[in-house]
């Protein structure tokens, strides 16, 4: 299948703007937007677990009696 080109981009636009109508589609893109907002906050707050998680686990444990 090819990727469709302008013109029918175009009419896919106008149908959905007939079907939904102005201001449907632009709550529908809102919630988007707040789902991709959402969704980069919750993989930087995982990154975040994950590098704190891996500090801590690089404490040194070498025991008293061995360290300099």
């Known amino acids: ?6 013109m ?4 896919i636009a106008i149908v959905l703007l007939v ?3 102005r201001g449907k589609i632009a709550g529908m893109m809102g ?4 789902g ?3 969704f980069k906050k919750g993989i930087k707050e ?3 677990e994950i590098e704190k998680a891996s500090a801590e686990g690089a404490k040194d444990v070498t025991p008293e009696k061995d360290k300099v």
């Open 46 to 48: 995982g990154s975040e």
């Open 31 to 34: 919630e988007v937007g707040k």
């Open 19 to 21: 079907l939904f109508g």
């Open 8 to 11: 029918q981009l175009l009419l």
């Open 1 to 6: 299948m090819h990727a469709p080109g302008p």
């Open 36 to 38: 991709i907002t959402a």
